[in-house]
């Protein structure tokens, strides 16, 4: 899984599809503070330890540099940015009942507008699994040599707990 490279000053806006998706009741948001735990937990128990962990340190910025999609008072998506390295978008999920109906890209979107807020050119999503998804919606270019990149001798802790 390479990492890829995103201009962030050719983004497309995040307005249009973060109206359509509250029309069916999706609204993005940044988590408050008092819902760390809740949303940790979530991230935990639908992708495992690691996002979980990663998903914490957002939670040590203000603003938490996280987005979450809520429908019907749950959480179905989430979207983290400068938490694995500075600049790194992710990680990212939707929950998968919730998938194929832009959740995903307006995450995404929210999260790359809010690197460009903090002063990025660019940024960078690491090891990107599904590289298709992020070169249709953003244009990401993958950067050679770069995997493993920054993820190498780590300690497996990937268990949902
Ligand atoms: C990747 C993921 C976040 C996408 O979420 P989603 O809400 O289903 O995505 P969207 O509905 O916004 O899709 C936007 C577009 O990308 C396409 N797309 C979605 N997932 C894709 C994938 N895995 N590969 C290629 N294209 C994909 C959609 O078909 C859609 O195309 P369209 O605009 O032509 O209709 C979701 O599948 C997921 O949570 N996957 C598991 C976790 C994961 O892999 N995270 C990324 C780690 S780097």
Not at 42 to 64: L, T
Not at 74 to 84: E, P, Q, R
Not at 95 to 102: H, S
Request: proline letters at 6%.
């Amino acid at each position: 899984m390479p990492d890829l490279l995103v201009k962030l000053y050719e983004l497309p806006a995040l307005a249009p599809l973060q109206e359509r998706l509250l029309a069916a009741g999706i609204k993005l948001r940044h988590p408050l503070a008092f819902e760390k735990k809740a949303v940790v937990e979530w991230v935990n128990r639908e992708f495992g330890a690691e996002w979980a962990s990663e998903c914490e340190v957002a939670f040590a910025r203000q603003p938490i540099s996280c987005f979450i999609a809520v429908q019907d008072g749950k959480i179905i998506g989430f979207a983290c940015y400068d938490v694995t390295a500075k600049g790194f978008f992710g990680p990212t999920g939707v929950t998968a009942e919730a998938r194929g109906q832009g959740v995903g890209r307006a995450l995404l979107l929210a999260a790359l507008h809010g690197l460009a807020e903090m002063g990025y050119a660019y940024a960078i999503i690491g090891g990107a699994g599904p590289v298709d998804f992020y070169r249709k919606a953003v244009g990401a270019i993958e950067i050679e040599g770069s995997e493993p990149g920054i993820y190498r001798d780590w300690l497996p802790t990937g268990e949902r707990t």
